[in-house]
């Protein structure tokens, strides 16, 4: 492992790709969270109320990382409503259906799947979003002129760019088994489990994932058209 961060670091400084120090931190810092999560997990799972918890502790620290990739200002915060309104329906319905069993062992990997794809969606559409209305502000100007409401004139400068934010994750449904044999898929058989059991409960993520980050997508850019979400300065649409 220290061997192949060496390495990526080394590329990326190499290649002057401005990550050679962002590549170090993050690999650090996958290590001792992980090291910790090993520790923690083993208490956590035991208790349904600790697994909650837990739940909700990875629940913030998706809204806050999500939050600073859109904006540097207070409004991060409302990253909170995309992967809340994404997840929580999805997680409710999961449990109250019985699909997926009231224990920590299998609400906390299936929850952490669903806010991870919820906090890409999220992190990327808004930064698409902002990004595109800070280059095209002049044509925000222009829709605004001819008569278009505020929200209006932002969603139609910066709809087509948030949406592709829904790209990887529909990659990865569509070359599944193909390409790639994803971690759901593979745990289950190295747990014992069938291939075609395997292959169910992956496929169900899969579809759960698509699901989640199109809501993520359709209310970050809700929020990014009401300003609600905005960068400080000129052309940030505040």
């Known amino acids: 492992m220290a061997l192949l961060l060496g390495a990526a670091v080394a590329v990326a400084g190499r290649g002057l790709l401005g990550y050679g120090h962002a590549v170090l931190r993050a690999g650090l810092r996958a290590a001792l969270q992980l090291g910790v999560v090993a520790l923690v997990i083993a208490w956590v799972v035991g208790s349904l109320w600790t697994s909650a918890l837990f739940v909700l502790l990875m629940f913030a620290v998706a809204v806050r ?41 299998t609400v906390i990997p299936v929850a952490g799947i669903l806010i991870g794809g919820a906090l890409t969606a999220t992190s990327l559409a808004g930064r698409r979003a902002l990004d595109e209305l800070r280059q095209r502000h002049g044509e925000v100007e222009a829709a605004l002129a001819l008569g278009l409401e505020d929200r209006d004139a932002r969603l139609e400068i910066c709809r087509a760019a948030a949406a592709t934010s829904l790209v990887p994750a529909l990659d990865q449904t569509r070359t599944v088994g193909l390409v790639t044999l994803p971690g759901a898929f593979v745990g289950m058989l190295l747990g014992g489990a ?41 052309g940030g649409i505040g």
Not at 77 to 103: C, D, E, K, S
Not at 199 to 226: N, T
């Open 194 to 234: 069938s291939p075609v059991q395997a292959g169910a409960v992956q496929l169900f993520v899969l579809v759960a994932l698509l699901l989640v980050e199109s809501v993520a997508i359709v209310v970050v850019l809700e929020l990014v058209g009401r300003g609600l979400v905005a960068r400080p300065g000129p």
């Open 65 to 105: 990382t999500a939050g600073r990739r859109m904006t540097d200002g207070p409004a991060w915060v409302w990253a909170a409503a995309p992967i809340g309104t994404a997840v929580l329906p999805v997680l409710a319905l999961l449990l109250a259906g019985g699909l997926l069993p009231r224990q920590g062992l």
